[in-house]
């Protein structure tokens, strides 16, 4: 089976800098990669999909790039209410692997 | 409004057995995969299953397989989840999501049910 690995596993970022979470997988998948973020408490949500396109009334700071193994969720200008856990999952194929989630805070 | 309720959580022995149901209202439910996805208290996101638009195809994670059973009866907007030979281990948030139209990635997530498997 086909294993996420998301790095780093937690970060620290002042507002307004740039944040970048990557996410490997241990064979290709092209770009059947998603994003989920969730918030303290909620559901998770779906941010991204196809590896970079961005579902709707997702604010446009997120963006996603990436294909085969390597895959990075960049949020361009990092908000309050941003702060949240961030999963990477691959979709080819069953089993559908979620990777081990990027706590992301507000330093 | 899309909407996904989830029901059936609650606390079980091991080696017991529980169902889980989805009621999914504002799409049209036999267009659509459905999943099952997992949260253990503290722990990250675990798919679990998912099953095809018309029930005809489902696929497992290993750590579930030949335990659970996802299924749907189109007719009633249902999806289900049996879940038998419980362990500990399955101690978790059970959420119900939808599969976007042609992919297998959830654009939809219920609010979930808690099953708590303990002696």
């Known amino acids: 089976d086909i294993q996420m690995t998301q790095s780093p596993s937690s970060l620290s970022a002042s507002v307004g800098d740039r944040v970048t979470i990557t996410c490997r997988a241990s064979q290709g998948i092209s770009n059947y990669l998603a994003w989920y973020q969730q918030k303290p408490g909620k559901v998770p949500k779906l941010l991204i999909y196809t590896a970079s396109t961005l579902q709707s009334g997702v604010p446009s700071r997120f963006s996603g790039s990436g294909s085969g193994t390597d895959f990075t969720l960049t949020i361009s200008s990092l908000q309050p209410e941003d702060v949240a856990t961030y999963y990477c999952q691959k979709y080819n194929s069953a089993p559908l692997t979620f990777g081990g989630g990027t706590k992301v805070e507000i330093k | 409004e899309v909407q996904l309720v989830e029901s059936g959580g609650v606390v079980v022995q091991p080696g017991g057995s529980l169902r889980l149901s989805c009621a999914a209202s504002?799409?049209?439910?036999?267009?659509?995969?459905m999943h099952w996805v997992r949260q253990a208290p503290g722990k990250g996101l675990e798919w679990v299953a998912l099953i095809n638009w018309d029930g005809s195809s489902t696929y497992y994670a290993d750590s579930v397989k030949g335990r659970f059973t996802i299924s749907r009866v189109n007719i009633k907007n249902s999806l289900y989840l049996q879940m038998n030979s419980l362990r500990t281990e399955d101690t978790a948030f059970y959420y119900c999501?939808?599969?976007?139209?042609?992919?297998?990635?959830?654009?939809?997530w219920g609010k979930g049910t808690t099953v708590t498997v303990s002696s």
């Open positions: 999501a939808k599969g976007s139209f042609a992919y297998y990635y959830m654009d939809v």
């Open positions: 504002g799409f049209t439910f036999d267009d659509y995969t």
